[in-house]
């Protein structure tokens, strides 16, 4: 297995990240300005993707779409694109993204950016969920809407329920490789005691972890695409084993970088402090770090846990 994304995979990502950076739609002053406009976001980003090829993307056609699908998502969050990109690629009908909740309706990030959404919980068929209202304005998910169901679909939506969970986890990689960026930058710029604070050995251990973290993340990330594109059925434990890592790997790292900042990391005046609370989302939804451990305990008993190595395998 390799876990390095294929080198076209990587190429579209990039371009993305340069699409969006011209179009002055990445970087934290792109999110910003969707907070006082967020009328800004349906139009010009929407815009955007379509010059981007984005709607003729389906992951599920070839191992290459789904690893551009990943790419995309982990660079929507470098650039803090304030778009629902993990949601609008794994979506069945042109239009209607797709979503996992923890119940029927349930609450998704920029819900209020379209008509209809399918939505599903872990185990249930597919559901489609219209917005209650405009987004909620929290501080902890500037964008997050009620969806209240309006229909059941039926049918098993598991395919797309692994699909979300993992194209979330690369989001949150995303967020984890700005994050640690950002550390970088700082504490190289701010001088403290006569010398930049990158000088101080605390520092640098500090930043080693995260970069180590972020890097461990990633090959977990790339090990979870390769599971779903050669046993898509098979994959729930993998699935929701990187979800669970995701979430214990950036919020340390979010942390490490908003304490390198000092102060200045709680500050919105700091790009720092904008991407962690636009992560918030990823980070919550559908559920919490402890559900989500509780969940793949559940997965692993039910279906075993494949993994790098032999262990786990549910009995006979």
């Known amino acids: ?28 002053d792109a999110a910003r300005r969707a907070e006082a406009e967020p009328a800004e976001r349906g139009a010009q980003v929407a815009g955007a993707l379509r010059a981007l090829g984005v709607d003729d993307l389906d992951p599920r056609a070839d191992d290459e779409a789904l690893a551009a699908a990943a790419a995309l998502c982990e660079e ?17 009908d042109r239009g209607r993204p797709f979503a996992v909740v923890p119940e029927a309706g349930g609450r998704v990030d920029h819900g209020e950016l379209f008509e209809e959404w399918r939505v599903s919980t872990l185990a249930g068929p597919a559901t489609v969920a219209a917005p209650k209202g ?23 939506a598991r395919a797309e329920v692994d699909l979300h969970l993992a194209l979330t986890a690369w989001w ?5 490789a700005r994050a640690v960026e950002l ?19 605390a520092v640098q251990f500090q930043l080693a972890d995260a970069t180590v973290a972020v890097a461990g993340l990633r090959e977990l990330a790339g090990f979870t695409l390769w599971r779903l594109s050669g046993a898509p059925g098979q994959a729930r ?12 790997v950036v919020r340390a790292v979010l942390r490490t970088s908003q304490q390198l ?51 786990g395998r549910a009995p006979g």
């Open 261 to 311: 900042h000092g102060a200045a990391g709680v500050c919105d005046e700091y790009d720092i402090s904008v991407l962690t609370r636009h992560a918030q989302p990823a980070l919550r939804l559908p559920w919490s770090a402890e559900r989500t451990a509780a969940e793949l305990a559940a997965a692993i008993a039910a279906e075993g846990f494949e993994g790098l190595f032999p262990h």
């Open 134 to 156: 405009g987004a909620l304005g929290s501080r902890l998910g500037p964008f997050v809407s009620d969806l209240a169901p309006v229909g059941d679909e039926g049918g098993s």
């Open 76 to 92: 929507r969050e470098r650039v803090a694109l304030p778009y629902p990109l993990d949601a609008v690629r794994d979506r069945v």
């Open 1 to 28: 297995m390799n876990p390095e994304l294929p080198a076209a995979a990587a190429e579209f990502g990039a371009t993305a990240t340069r699409v969006f950076t011209a179009a002055a739609l990445g970087g934290v």
């Open 183 to 201: 550390a970088v930058d700082h504490v190289s710029t701010r001088v403290q005691f006569g010398k930049p604070l990158s000088a101080f050995q």
């Open 237 to 248: 434990a993998d699935v929701l084993a990187l979800r669970v890592h995701a979430l214990d």
């Open 172 to 176: 949150l990689l995303g967020v984890g």
